[in-house]
C-alpha cells in the first residue's frame, strides 16, 4: 500500500489548509482513513479519521476546526483544517487500516508525512 499525501504548506493564524492523501497499491478492502501530527520534541497524535462508512472521530482540540472526508472511491482522505493556530504546526500524517491480498489481515500503513507550518 502506497500512501502520497500532499496539501501542506505555510498558513497564517486564522487560514486554511487541505491535506489530501490517496491510498494505492494492491488492496482489498480500506476500512478506516485518519490523519496523525508529530510536532516537534513532541509524540505523535491522533487528529482524526473517517470509516469506510463515512463515521468520522476527531481530538477534541480540533474539533469545529477541522473536518475529515472521504472521496466516493475510499481511496482518498481529506483534511480541511479552519482557524490554524501556531500550536497546528506539524508534520502531518496519513493512517490507512487497509487489507491486502498478501496478508487478508487489517494492517496499519503511513504516509511520508507532510509539513503544515502556521505562521502567528
Known amino acids: 500500500v502506497q500512501l502520497q499525501a500532499s496539501g501542506g504548506g505555510l498558513a497564517q493564524a486564522g487560514g486554511s489548509l487541505r491535506l489530501s492523501c490517496a491510498a494505492s497499491g494492491s488492496i482489498v478492502s480500506i476500512d478506516y482513513m485518519g490523519w496523525y501530527r508529530q510536532a516537534p520534541g513532541k509524540q505523535r497524535e491522533f487528529v482524526a479519521r473517517i470509516s469506510s462508512g463515512g463515521n468520522t472521530d476527531s481530538a477534541d482540540s480540533e474539533k469545529g476546526r477541522f473536518t475529515i472526508s472521504r472521496d466516493n472511491t475510499g481511496r482518498t482522505v481529506y483534511l480541511q483544517m479552519s482557524s490554524l493556530k501556531p500550536e497546528d504546526t506539524a508534520v502531518y500524517y496519513c493512517?490507512?487500516?487497509?487489507?491486502?491480498?498478501?496478508?487478508?489481515?487489517?494492517?496499519?500503513?503511513w504516509g511520508q508525512g507532510t509539513q503544515v507550518t502556521v505562521a502567528s
Open positions: 493512517n490507512v487500516e487497509a487489507i491486502t491480498p498478501m496478508t487478508f489481515r487489517v494492517q496499519h500503513y
